[in-house]
């Protein structure tokens, strides 16, 4: 059997490097943080835990959900959610956005929120030779991306003032300025009041996007389709029943999610 080689100590070791390095490890193997834990895990006030959190969320290997615990970010390199659960999740809707390809001729997407952000778990590529490609593993804010608006639209308020007006979301560079929130909130009402949520070129220029949140059988979000077309064919698609398509493939597919063990995933 090979030893594996002693870890020792370096010479000069640097405090702050090795606290912040800790809580990395913590994030990878534990999956969610609260700050008073941290605290209590590198022995230090709660004021340093959050000075070293803050840093990890400014750099991109942390986020801050609604619930003020601190998750995986995009920078970590791996999905800030349940591995196993979005897994199951993916295999449940794969169908689904297929048949729903099929009907539009247009890109599909699953997503999921984590905090400010959305991810992308899987894309159906459109049958059109102008298209949107492959976005899975990719990473946008969700206050821009329409699966993402149609799940924050579904939050409390106070949820939603926590996420993009804390002082956690300036250090973050989560912040939606001032002169831009009262319009963001009534874009918010609009998605909640239609049922759905659209993109015109807000997370890629020539790009438009229709989104839904889909819900587990307890009636709580645990994602998002999203149908993403060149932006001049998105008024001829609309037009042509894209809303009743929709409806019927979230409804086809909560009923699958509902049946099944991933049901029991995700409720934020």
Known sequence: MQNLPVRRVPTYPIEA?????????????????RLKDAAQELEVAPSTAHRLLAMLV?????????????????????????????????????????????????????????GTKVRFLDTVEGTNALRVGDRQGTVMPANKASGGKAMLAELESAMIEQLFRSHNAEIGGDSIPDVEYPGFLRELE?????????????????????????????????????????????????????????LETRRQLEIDIAANPAESGPSS
């Open 17 to 33: 490097v090795d606290n912040a390095l800790q809580l990395l490890q913590l994030l990878r193997d534990v999956g969610s943080l």
């Open 58 to 114: 400014y750099r991109g290997f942390a986020v801050q959900d609604e619930t003020r615990r601190y998750v995986p970010g995009p920078a970590m390199g791996a999905g800030p959610a349940g591995v196993s659960w979005t897994r199951q999740l993916r295999e449940i809707s794969r169908p689904h956005m297929e048949l729903l390809c099929f009907r539009t001729s247009e890109t599909v997407n699953l997503m999921i929120r984590v």
């Open 190 to 246: 609009a998605v909640r009041s239609n049922g759905f949520a659209a993109n015109f070129e807000g997370t890629e220029e020539g790009i438009s996007a229709f989104g839904m949140a889909i819900h587990n059988g307890r009636g709580a979000v645990v994602g998002a389709l999203s149908v993403a077309t060149p932006v001049g064919r998105f008024r001829k698609l609309f037009d042509a029943g894209l809303v009743q398509v929709m």
